[in-house]
C-alpha cells in the first residue's frame, strides 16, 4: 500500500523551492528600483546641501561622485560651482508615482519616472509632479545615475 508519508519529500521539497526561487526573483527587480529611488533622493539631498551651505561644495563633489558618473556629474559640479547663492525651494518629499524600466542597452538601464515633488518655497509650500527619462550604469556591480532628463 503506498502512503502519502512516504512520497511526502517528493511532493513537499520542490513545492518550497519553486514558491522560494518565484519570491526571490520578483524581489530582485524590486530592489533595484528602491536602489535607484534611492540614488534619486541622494543625489537631490546632497545639492540641496550644498545650496543652502550644509556641506561644502568639495564634500558635495565628493558624495556626488559616489552615485553618479558623467555626463550627469559633470553637469552637477558645474552647477555648484556656477551657483550663486540665491534662495531655492526645498525638496521636503519625493514620491515616485512610477517607475519603469525600458531597455537595457551596453551596461545601461533606462528608465521612465514620474515624481510628486513636496516643496516648500519661500512664500508657500506646494506639490509638482514631473515625468523624466534616467540612464542607470553598473560601475563595479553597484549602479550609478548618468542622466536625469525631464520628459516635455
Known amino acids: 500500500m503506498i502512503t502519502f508519508r512516504k512520497y511526502y519529500n517528493l511532493l513537499f521539497v520542490p513545492a518550497v523551492l519553486v514558491i522560494f526561487f518565484t519570491l526571490f526573483s520578483g524581489f530582485a527587480g524590486h530592489n533595484e ?4 529611488k534611492y540614488i534619486l533622493k541622494e543625489r537631490t539631498r546632497i545639492l540641496q ?4 551651505g550644509l556641506i561644502d561644495e ?6 556626488l561622485s559616489a552615485i553618479e558618473t558623467y555626463p550627469i556629474l559633470s553637469e552637477d559640479i558645474k552647477g555648484l560651482r556656477e ?5 531655492v525651494d526645498i525638496v521636503e518629499k519625493m514620491i515616485f508615482t512610477s517607475l519603469e524600466k525600458k531597455h537595457s542597452i551596453l551596461g545601461s538601464d533606462t528608465y521612465e519616472t514620474e515624481i510628486c515633488w513636496e516643496v516648500s518655497g519661500l512664500g508657500e509650500d506646494y506639490t509638482m509632479t514631473s515625468r523624466y527619462y ?13 542622466n536625469f532628463t525631464p520628459i516635455d
Open 49 to 52: 546641501d550644498c545650496y543652502y
Open 58 to 63: 568639495e564634500k558635495a563633489e565628493s558624495e
Open 134 to 146: 534616467i540612464v542607470i550604469k553598473k560601475d563595479n556591480d553597484k549602479l550609478v545615475l548618468s
Open 33 to 36: 528600483n528602491e536602489e535607484i
Open 83 to 87: 551657483w550663486e547663492g540665491t534662495e
